[in-house]
């Protein structure tokens, strides 16, 4: 059973709205992190978030922004969307350099 | 920055033979390697971590690490038709680093 829990499953939206997706994990990890996987499957950091602290910033565009109320919650805003982030994002959560444990991810879809 | 390439991109088994994955990687200085396995209904699955050169075995998945050769692989013994998967290969971004960079990842199918 996994122990990181997203929402919402799936969201399709219009370009240029915001979209906020939540994350939560119940492992008691200080890191959490969020990691986009493109249609190729292919898998890239987006955010890390260590005890509340923005710790890796991957370069990604201004209009998305982590949000974190506590070390057990990391949200995802993406203000003004556009097609290319169309994707799913995983979230994960871990203890500094030990396993990371992975959501189911959020699909989303931009049209 | 470290990069993870996986090989082959696909591949076919039939149920009951050994299949093997291959992951390299380009900075020998990391010091942690997982393999994941994702369903596409069930999200990412760890299946084996490996910190040091050798081998390391979970139940039927096995991983074998050589950092000289910048190699790492995975060995699923007698695969089932339930372990058809996109399979992925993560390491960490050099001794220190505490961000995984991810492999593009093997489609394995398994033929009953």
Redesign the interface.
């Known amino acids: 059973e996994t122990a990181v829990f997203q929402t919402p499953n799936y969201h399709v939206t219009q370009v240029g709205n915001e979209v906020s997706f939540n994350c939560k994990q119940t492992l008691g990890h200080d890191t959490m992190y969020w990691y986009k996987q493109d249609s190729k499957k292919l898998l890239k950091i987006m955010f890390s978030y260590n005890n509340k602290q923005l710790i890796v910033n991957e370069t990604v565009p201004r209009r998305f922004s982590p949000q974190s109320s506590d070390k057990a919650h990391l949200n995802l805003r993406i203000k003004s969307v556009e097609p290319e982030d169309s994707a799913v994002y995983l979230c994960a959560s871990s203890f500094t350099g030990v396993e990371v444990f992975f959501g189911k991810g959020t699909r989303l879809t931009v049209v | 920055q470290q990069k993870v390439q996986q090989s082959p991109e696909s591949l076919t088994v039939s149920e009951g033979a050994m299949a093997s994955l291959n992951c390299t990687f380009s900075d020998g200085t990391s010091n942690?390697f997982?393999w994941?396995r994702?369903h596409s209904?069930?999200?990412?699955e760890?299946l084996v971590?490996i910190f040091s050169d050798g081998e390391k075995e979970e139940g039927r998945f096995t991983a074998h690490l050589n950092r000289a050769n910048l190699h790492v692989s995975l060995h699923i013994r007698e695969p089932q038709p339930s372990d058809s998967a996109?399979y992925?290969c993560?390491v960490?971004s050099g001794s220190s680093g505490?961000?995984?960079?991810?492999g593009?990842?093997t489609l394995l199918s398994v033929k009953p």
């Open positions: 942690n997982r994941y994702q209904a069930k999200g990412l760890v971590s996109v992925l993560a960490n505490n961000k995984l960079i991810f593009i990842g």
